[in-house]
């Protein structure tokens, strides 16, 4: 994944019940919050909460 410009941060986020991981990109201005979201889980396989674990 390349360099994000501007207001941007590349984030990690983590299964609650795995430790699998999923690495996005999130607007800092439009999203000051950390993100969480109902994501498709491999490991486990079925969807989980992920949540917003820190900057990568």
């Given at each position: 994944?390349?360099?994000?410009?501007?207001?941007?941060?590349?984030v990690r986020l983590?299964?609650?019940?795995?430790?699998?991981?999923?690495?996005?990109?999130?607007?800092?201005?439009?999203?000051?919050?950390?993100?969480?979201f109902m994501k498709?889980?491999?490991?486990?396989?079925k969807h989980v909460?992920?949540?917003?674990?820190?900057?990568?």
């Amino acid at each position: 994944m390349a360099k994000p410009k501007g207001g941007f941060q590349r984030v990690r986020l983590k299964s609650t019940e795995s430790p699998h991981c999923y690495y996005t990109v999130k607007n800092k201005r439009n999203t000051p919050n950390k993100m969480e979201f109902m994501k498709y889980d491999p490991v486990v396989r079925k969807h989980v909460l992920y949540k917003e674990t820190g900057k990568v």
